[in-house]
């Protein structure tokens, strides 16, 4: 890595650690400059604007997840196993970009005000597409439950996977622990038994 890409990317952290803290209008451009003891005019040898700054951080993100999200479809494991590879992508491109699932939330409100938000939109449609594909296929042969719609199960998964942090504790596997919960709930196999 050159150093202008080093520099590059420690400007992209450090202004998504600014935009997913502050927002991305209270967040100046002296700011993350200051952040990175840079002078203002200097981060515009790097990005022409702090709209290009927020663009690149969520675009970064998004690029991450749907190519994960294309290799699992690509591969057409069984649903179970799917919903278990897009849990654990999901998680796997939020820890690599720990503050950008915040800021693509708040930025596509913001562009949905202020216009530009079609390449978000698309992106949003790509995830829940994905989604609901390994849903639908477990409905259909039986896997997953058919009185929960696919929609709504993945609007429950989606919310879930957008609030979770870091793993909770040392040696705690986030995509191994949401999956159990969305694949096999809460209950025990005996007090599922005892309800029936």
Same mark, same amino acid.
């Given at each position: 890595?050159?150093?202008?890409?080093?520099?590059?990317?420690?400007?992209?952290?450090?202004?998504?650690?600014?935009?997913?803290?502050?927002?991305?209008?209270?967040?100046?451009?002296?700011?993350?400059?200051?952040?990175?003891?840079?002078?203002?005019?200097?981060?515009?040898?790097?990005?022409?604007?702090?709209?290009?700054?927020?663009?690149?951080?969520?675009? =970064?993100?998004? #690029?991450? @997840?749907? *190519? &994960?999200?294309?290799? /699992?479809? $690509?591969?057409?494991?069984?649903?179970? %196993?799917?919903?278990?590879?897009?849990?654990?992508?999901?998680?796997?491109?939020?820890?690599?970009?720990?503050?950008?699932?915040?800021?693509?939330?708040?930025?596509?409100?913001?562009?949905?005000?202020? =216009?530009?938000? #079609?390449? @978000?939109? *698309? &992106?949003?449609?790509? /995830?829940? $597409?994905?989604?609901?594909?390994?849903? %639908?296929?477990?409905?259909?042969?039986?896997?997953?439950?058919?009185?929960?719609?696919?929609?709504?199960?993945?609007?429950?998964?989606?919310?879930?996977?957008?609030?979770?942090?870091?793993?909770?504790?040392?040696?705690? #596997?986030?995509?191994?622990?949401?999956?159990?919960? /969305?694949?096999?709930?809460?209950?025990?196999?005996?007090?599922?038994?005892?309800?029936?």
């Amino acid at each position: 890595m050159t150093d202008a890409q080093q520099r590059r990317a420690v400007i992209l952290d450090s202004a998504a650690r600014l935009f997913a803290r502050k927002g991305f209008a209270a967040t100046t451009v002296r700011e993350i400059a200051d952040s990175v003891g840079v002078l203002s005019g200097s981060l515009y040898h790097h990005f022409p604007s702090k709209d290009a700054i927020v663009d690149e951080v969520v675009d =970064g993100y998004l #690029d991450d @997840l749907l *190519a &994960a999200y294309r290799d /699992v479809l $690509r591969r057409d494991p069984p649903p179970r %196993e799917m919903v278990r590879q897009l849990v654990a992508a999901s998680v796997a491109a939020t820890t690599r970009h720990p503050h950008a699932a915040d800021i693509y939330r708040r930025e596509r409100r913001r562009r949905h005000q202020f =216009g530009g938000a #079609d390449r @978000l939109d *698309a &992106a949003a449609a790509e /995830v829940t $597409r994905s989604w609901l594909v390994a849903l %639908e296929r477990g409905r259909a042969d039986g896997s997953f439950r058919t009185d929960v719609p696919a929609p709504v199960a993945y609007r429950l998964i989606r919310d879930g996977l957008f609030h979770c942090g870091p793993p909770p504790g040392p040696g705690a #596997d986030l995509a191994e622990t949401v999956s159990a919960l /969305v694949l096999d709930g809460l209950t025990t196999r005996t007090s599922g038994r005892r309800a029936r």
